[in-house]
C-alpha cells in the first residue's frame, strides 16, 4: 500500500523530440466500430508512462504469450494505414507481425483490412516507436525491422525529429536477433543519405547491400504512398542492414 506521507514521485518527461506530431482526427464510423469490436483480437494493452503514446520503462511483453506460438518476428515501425504489413501477414502465416503505429485512424484501417483477411498473426501497438524498441520488446527478440517511408520532416529546422538519427541504430539493435535484418525505404534523397551515415557509423549493424543502395525489397507492397512520391518524380531509396553478433 502506497505511503500517504510519501513525497509525490517527480513527473516523467520526454527529453527528446519525438518523430511525429499527435493528431485527433476524426474517425469514420467504419474505424470506430472497427476500434470497438477488434481491439481486443489485435491491440496489445501496454502500460504508459507520462504521455498517451508512451511506454512505462520496465513492462516488456513475451511475444511467444502474445501470438500462443515461438515464431519469426517481424515488426513494422509506423505502419500508417497497415496496406504493408496486413498483405505480408496474409501471406507469411508462418511469422508473427507487430504493427507500431501512433495514428489511431491508421490503426483502426488496419484491424478492418487484417480481419477482413483473415489475418491472426498481427498485433498492433498504439505508441512511439523508440519506447517499443527500448522497452516493450525483448532484448534480441526480433528477426526484422521494418521502416518504410518515415516522415521526413524535410524543412532543416525539423530534421531533429526525424526517426533514423543518431541514437537510434542502439535501439533497433537492441531489439534485433544477432544476424536479425533492419529494412529502410525512403523517397527523400537527402533523407535516405542520412539514413545511410547514420547507419553506416553505427556498430551494431553492417550493410548487406553492394554499391550505393539496396535493391528494392520484394516483400514491400507498392502503396498509394509509395506511388504518389514516384509521380512526384522522387526516387525511392531502400537500404538493407544486418545485426552483427553481440560481443561477450
Known amino acids: 500500500m502506497p505511503d500517504p506521507d510519501a513525497p509525490e514521485a517527480a513527473p516523467r518527461f520526454r527529453d527528446k523530440p519525438v518523430s511525429f506530431v499527435r493528431r485527433s482526427g476524426r474517425m469514420?464510423?467504419?474505424?470506430?466500430?472497427?476500434?470497438?469490436?477488434l481491439s481486443g483480437t489485435y491491440l496489445l494493452e501496454?502500460?504508459?508512462?507520462?504521455?498517451?503514446?508512451?511506454?512505462?520503462?520496465?513492462?516488456?511483453?513475451?511475444?511467444?504469450?502474445?501470438?500462443?506460438?515461438?515464431?519469426?518476428?517481424?515488426?513494422?515501425?509506423?505502419?500508417?494505414?497497415?496496406?504493408a504489413i496486413v498483405h505480408a501477414a496474409a501471406a507469411d502465416p508462418a511469422t508473427d507481425f507487430i504493427a507500431v503505429e501512433v495514428f489511431r485512424a491508421g490503426l483502426a484501417r488496419t484491424m478492418l483490412d487484417a480481419d477482413r483477411e483473415g489475418v491472426r498473426n498481427l498485433?498492433?501497438?498504439?505508441?512511439?516507436?523508440?519506447e517499443v524498441l527500448e522497452h516493450l520488446l525483448p532484448e534480441a527478440s526480433v528477426d526484422e525491422v521494418w521502416i518504410f517511408?518515415?516522415?521526413?520532416?524535410?524543412?532543416?529546422?525539423?530534421?531533429?525529429?526525424?526517426?533514423?538519427?543518431?541514437?537510434?541504430?542502439a535501439l533497433a539493435a537492441r531489439a534485433l536477433r544477432d544476424?536479425?535484418?533492419?529494412?529502410?525505404?525512403?523517397?527523400?534523397?537527402?533523407?535516405?543519405?542520412?539514413?545511410?551515415?547514420?547507419?553506416?557509423?553505427?556498430?551494431e549493424f553492417e550493410a548487406t547491400f553492394d554499391g550505393e543502395w539496396a535493391a528494392r525489397f520484394e516483400g514491400?507492397?507498392?502503396?498509394?504512398?509509395e506511388r504518389?512520391?514516384?509521380?512526384?518524380?522522387?526516387?525511392?531509396?531502400?537500404l538493407t542492414y544486418r545485426r552483427r553478433p553481440r560481443t561477450p
Do not use: C
Not at 516522415?151 to 533514423?164: E, F, G, S, V, Y
Open 179 to 203: 544476424g536479425g535484418v533492419l529494412r529502410l525505404a525512403t523517397d527523400w534523397e537527402d533523407y535516405a543519405l542520412q539514413m545511410r551515415e547514420v547507419l553506416a557509423g553505427a556498430e
Open 123 to 130: 498485433r498492433l501497438v498504439e505508441a512511439n516507436a523508440p
Open 46 to 83: 501496454v502500460e504508459r508512462d507520462a504521455a498517451a503514446t508512451s511506454i512505462r520503462p520496465g513492462s516488456t511483453i513475451d511475444p511467444a504469450a502474445e501470438f500462443g506460438r515461438a515464431a519469426r518476428l517481424v515488426v513494422e515501425i509506423g505502419s500508417g494505414q497497415g496496406h
Open 149 to 169: 517511408f518515415p516522415d521526413p520532416w524535410h524543412k532543416t529546422k525539423h530534421n531533429k525529429r526525424r526517426l533514423i538519427a543518431d541514437g537510434f541504430p
Open 220 to 225: 514491400r507492397i507498392m502503396t498509394a504512398f
Open 28 to 37: 469514420s464510423d467504419a474505424q470506430e466500430r472497427a476500434w470497438d469490436e
Open 228 to 238: 504518389k512520391g514516384i509521380a512526384k518524380g522522387r526516387d525511392i531509396r531502400d
